[in-house]
């Protein structure tokens, strides 16, 4: 199993801000993801965060608004950027620990943005 | 894209009774995986599905695949307060490379 610590857990903030989310594993994985979930809905792939180079983005989803890093393989960061209300979601970062999803996922508990 | 569809959208039951879940999808998958989500917070993984598999219990928990339906069901037998939360599929595709979602359903178990 992983145990993912996600920061933060909520917030609130001002539009046209920034907030860097950060996705820690307590072991090395291959893949790490985002997604977003939006409020009574499921969850939508927003990428696939690579170990040393540019995430993997989803359709609708571009990197100058959702910046990732992945600086090493226990590691994360999603940046929601120049936020507007329809920001507002719960953000989660997810991990598998096979190099593909033939195995189950561990999910961080979530970052609950609110933007006002 | 999300692949899965799931029926119903909202359930529920009172304490004791059974509740089923299902879900459908549209492409070939590697297998189906259910998920729970308690008030908005993270997915904790349940049971997970093969193709070439078609039920597997764990707990209270009884899954079915029939992949020539393109389906899958959730069991939960006795259901209790706790068990109130909402429930994804997943599917995965052959490559073991898309991980899809369904919507959901939204179970409340009444004491």
């Known amino acids: 199993s992983a145990v993912i610590s996600q920061k933060p857990s909520r917030d609130i903030c001002q539009r046209g801000t920034s907030l860097t989310i950060q996705c820690q594993v307590d072991?090395?994985?291959?893949?790490m993801f985002w997604y977003r979930q939006q409020p009574g809905q499921s969850l939508t792939l927003i990428a696939t965060?690579?170990?040393?180079?540019?995430?993997?983005?989803e359709s609708g989803f571009v990197i100058d608004k959702f910046p990732i890093s992945r600086p090493n393989l226990t590691f994360s960061t999603l940046t929601v950027s120049n936020m507007s209300p329809e920001d507002s979601s719960i953000y989660l970062c997810?991990?598998?620990?096979?190099?593909?999803?033939?195995?189950?996922?561990?999910f961080g508990q979530g970052t609950r943005l609110t933007v006002v | 894209s999300q692949q899965g569809e799931e029926d119903p959208q909202a359930l529920s039951i009172q304490e004791g009774e059974n509740a089923t879940m299902n879900c459908s999808y549209k492409?070939?998958?590697?297998?189906l995986q259910w998920y729970r989500q308690n008030s908005g917070r993270g997915l904790v993984h349940l049971i997970l599905?093969?193709?070439?598999?078609r039920e597997k219990h764990s707990g209270r928990l009884r899954v079915t695949l029939d992949t020539s339906k393109k389906s899958s069901s959730l069991l939960i037998t006795a259901s209790r307060a706790a068990d109130t939360a909402s429930y994804f599929c997943?599917?995965?595709?052959?490559?073991?490379?898309?991980?899809?979602f369904g919507p959901g359903t939204r179970l409340s178990v009444l004491p």
């Open positions: 965060a690579n170990q040393g180079s540019e995430a993997t983005y």
């Open positions: 492409t070939s998958i590697n297998n």
């Open positions: 997943a599917t995965v595709d052959n490559y073991g490379q898309n991980f899809v």
């Open positions: 997810s991990v598998s620990q096979g190099a593909n999803m033939n195995t189950e996922a561990f």
């Open positions: 599905i093969r193709s070439n598999e």
């Open positions: 072991s090395q994985v291959t893949m």
